[in-house]
Structure formats: C-alpha cells, structure tokens
C-alpha cells in the first residue's frame, strides 16, 4: 500500500509538471493583453509598456516559463495582476467556500443517490425503478445554471423558504475560524450562525448535486443489479442466510467499487464545476473568482488555481483507489 501512493505521488509530481506547461502556453493563448485588460479605458501606449515590463511579458515564452517554474518550486504562485493580492492567500481566503459548496453537494448526492439507486435496483422493472431512472435522466439533461436560477426563483424569491444569495445573513454576527461557515459555527458554539450558513447551502447544493445525484442513482442500480446476479449471492440465498444480511455483506458492499470511482470522478468536477452555482448565488469562491480572472486576463490567478484543482482533484482519486482495499478485501491495490 505505501509503495503505491509513493509511486502515485511521484507520477502527480510529472503530471503537474506537464500541466504547467500546458497551462502556461493556453493562458497565454487567450485573446487579450493583461496590461491593457488591466488598465482599461486608461490605457495608453506607454503605460502599457510598463505593465508589460513590470510583469516580464516582454520576455520570451520560455524565459517566462522558467522563471514561473522556478517560483512554484519555491511555493511562490505570484501575484493577481489586477489586485496584487498574492495567489496563495486569495486562494485560502475562497477555497473554504467551494470547498463547503462542493462537499454539501456530494453528501446530498451520496446520502439520497446510493439508496435510491440500490432501491431502483431491487424493485427493477417496478414503478419505482422507472421513476428512479427518469428523475435520473433529468437530473442529467437540466443544466446546472438553469435549474439553480429555477431553485432561487421559486424557493427563495417565490416561497421565501431560503436565502437567495450569499453565504450568510448580512445580521448575522459571527466568528470565523477555519473559514468554513457551518463547522465555524459549530467549533464556537455560534449554532444560529450555523444554522443560517446551511440554510444559505441548500440551494446551491441542490443546483450543484444535481448532475452527481443523478449518475450516483444509475451507477449504484447498475451495479446492484449486476452483483445480484453473481454466483456468491445465489450461494448466499440457497444457504438460507437473513435477506438483510446478505444486501449488506455481499450485495451492496460488492456494488460500492464502481460507485467510488465515479465519487472520485465527481468531487473533482465538484470543485471545478461550481462557477455557474455561485455565479447566481453570489458565493465568493474560487469558481466565481475563476470566471472574474478569465475575463480579466489574470494570467497569475488563472495558472494558481487551476494547478491547486488539479493537485486535489489527484489526491481525491488517490484516497478513491487506496479505498478499494478497504471497501473489497479482495482488491489489492498495487
């Protein structure tokens, strides 16, 4: 087991590393030029040029490269070319929020969507099973965008039932420790601070939990419906053995592999996905602030941010694969 995250965290270390490349020369490729996108209507032929020189743009591309290489090396990730605000702090200032978005979204997901999915599979063919498979396919087929303005629309604006934006009330006085506003609350003893932060969570969780909800539902039928037909569960049955002890030892413990991997999968799109949710729920997270550097052309924010999506996106498969062994004793991973 320890020689294969070695092995897996050193092949991270060559997968970054050729992502940086790629991810130099595509922001780099956009249409635009940061120092005029900097300077706006006030820009001027010199003023541009000093904007340019200042950040090393007048430099060859290779030159550029290996300086910004040899900044990551030391954990430098720069500076916001519009807010000269370092990388590393603004990405830990927004980070909490996403990352609270992204794991209320996968808990809603995971919590609803395994046993509806196991469930469909038991009573296939049953009115059940079709309806778990067409809110499934519609959980799939709605955009995140659309069903988020939809949520906010009727539930907030409508029916007053939730907060319709933000990511707690404006009253709210509250002690910030971790930057996680529901655990924040908890850790303080704060409880209607939490309780107002998960408020604020619900909608966007449920725009955002949507998409993975829906795949959860079909991955786990599917393969609950296949490990039902194996031979160790008909084995199982004519032994005699209890129906709820079979579901959970043999049934559904055998059907969860292919269910962590698209977990896996889904986390990663989770955090990189949530532009648009707090887009239309004003959350002030990486997504949002990721949309704001694209069409400023932040070159700095840009590369900083997608490089720390990455590196956790790797890390989630990692404790994905180092799971299997744990959920199937039989899996060895190597």
Do not use: C
């Not at 969570?201 to 039928?221: C, K």
């Not at 704001?292 to 404790?319: E, H, R």
């Amino acid at each position: 087991m320890l020689t294969f995250v070695v092995r897996r965290l050193a092949l991270l270390v060559l997968v970054l590393f050729g992502l940086s490349i790629l991810l130099f020369a595509w922001v780099r490729a956009l249409p635009g030029d940061p120092a005029r996108a900097l300077l706006g209507e006030r820009a001027t032929a010199s003023g541009i040029a000093a904007i340019t020189k200042a950040y090393g743009f007048d430099q060859p591309v290779w030159q550029q490269y290996l300086t910004y290489l040899g900044r990551l090396v030391r954990g430098d990730f720069g500076a916001s070319i519009q807010t000269g605000e370092p990388v590393l702090a603004t990405f830990g200032d927004r980070f909490p929020a996403t990352v609270e978005l992204a794991v209320a979204a996968l808990l809603l997901a995971v919590v609803v969507g395994i046993p509806l999915g196991y469930l469909a599979a038991r009573r296939a063919g049953g009115w059940f099973d079709n309806v778990a498979v067409g809110g499934s396919l519609l959980g799939v087929v709605v955009p995140v965008f659309f069903l988020a303005v939809l949520l906010k629309y009727l539930l907030a604006i409508q029916l007053g039932l939730f907060p319709t934006s933000g990511r707690q009330g404006a009253r709210i006085d509250a002690t910030h420790v971790t930057g996680f506003f529901v655990l924040d609350g908890l850790l303080t003893g704060e409880f209607d601070a939490s309780w107002d932060a998960l408020k604020h969570l619900v909608l966007p969780a449920l725009a955002l939990g949507s998409i993975p909800l829906a795949i959860i539902v079909r991955i786990t039928r599917a393969s609950v419906l296949e490990v039902l037909q194996e031979d160790h569960v008909r084995t199982a049955r004519a032994k005699g053995l209890r129906s709820a002890l079979i579901s959970r030892r043999h049934v559904l413990r055998n059907a969860l592999l292919p269910v962590s991997t698209t977990l896996g999968l889904q986390a990663g799109a989770l955090l990189s996905g949530a532009v648009l949710t707090e887009t239309v729920f004003a959350i002030n997270g990486i997504g949002n602030y990721l949309f704001t550097a694209v069409t400023q052309l932040d070159y700095p924010v840009l590369q900083g941010f997608i490089l720390f999506i990455a590196l956790i996106y790797a890390l989630v498969n990692l404790a994905v694969d180092v799971s299997y062994g744990f959920i199937d004793p039989r899996v060895r991973v190597s």
